[in-house]
């Protein structure tokens, strides 16, 4: 027996389910061994459809007499048929591979023809497989949406290398973004647009826009609180505000005084 493999021991011992095929003890009731059907005293062979799961006592009782022939011949039909059923399962698994390949690729043309259509760029390679990245986490959907709206800020008829790239990170951004915010992302953008507008007429080099307690913060919380059509109007407003108010401190008190509000009437 030592020119079996354990490897292939293991084969017939799981396709035997851990059984004696002589008396039926299981393990780890009793030791078990792999016997041949076909003795090697008789001209068997260590073929897997020769071999046998049998518990220690069966195996050395039985010697080099065989099973008897139905026995065996309904084990090797058995095992025809389970590798025949594992060969059909692989089969439907590479084609719904296939299938999924294929659609995956329909998307990613999608996406190239969105980015054409504004950039008159097309991807190479590389492009695609990061495209590809992208719809392991986003829609087709969501990110046809963030090409068109990065388009509408980063795009350009003759883009240089160094814009193309920024148009190009932008769209999973966007996306993110917006999946982050819903319904409400609109009015998020614009709000962070107006502290921008804050930002650049104050020539702010620590502005608080992404920092804790600063406009970021504020949004993240009124919005919560607030419905979708609402957040609208007041990031129309807060727009308005940043353009007029002589500093930034002026506009985050008039929001933290404004949250106050809401939470009492929003926020329970």
């Not at 017939?12 to 393990?27: I, M, P, S, T």
């Not at 695609?128 to 969501?142: F, G, N, P, Q, Y």
């Not at 008190?253 to 106050?260: D, G, I, Q, R």
């Amino acid at each position: 027996m030592a020119s079996i493999s354990k490897r292939l021991r293991f084969e017939v011992l799981k396709r035997d389910n851990f059984q004696c095929a002589y008396c039926g003890a299981r393990a780890p009731d009793v030791a078990l061994e792999v016997d041949h059907i076909l003795a090697r005293a008789n001209g068997g062979t260590d073929e897997f459809l020769n071999l046998v799961t049998a518990c220690w006592p069966c195996n050395r009782g039985k010697s080099s007499v065989p099973l008897d022939e139905n026995h065996a011949l309904e084990r090797q039909v058995s095992e025809i048929e389970r590798i025949e059923e594992q060969a059909a399962t692989l089969d439907q698994l590479r084609q719904r591979k296939a299938e999924a390949d294929e659609l995956l690729d329909l998307q990613v043309d999608a996406i190239d023809d969105a980015i054409h259509g504004h950039t008159e760029c097309s991807l190479t390679e590389s492009g695609r497989k990061t495209v590809r990245r992208w719809l392991s986490t986003d829609s087709v959907e969501a990110l046809m949406t963030a090409v068109d709206a990065a388009a509408e800020t980063y795009a350009r008829g003759r883009m240089s290398k160094r814009e193309w790239e920024t148009f190009f990170k932008k769209i999973p951004a966007i996306a993110a973004f917006r999946k982050r915010h819903g319904a409400k992302s609109e009015a998020f953008r614009k709000a962070l647009y107006a502290a921008g507008i804050m930002r650049n007429r104050h020539n702010q080099g620590a502005f608080p826009e992404y920092t804790e307690g600063g406009f970021q913060d504020l949004y993240e919380e009124m919005f919560d609180l607030l419905p979708a059509a609402a957040c609208e109007e007041i990031a129309d407003e807060i727009i308005k505000a940043a353009k007029t108010y002589p500093q930034y401190l002026m506009l985050e008190e008039e929001l933290v005084s404004a949250l106050c509000e809401f939470r009492e009437a929003f926020g329970g």
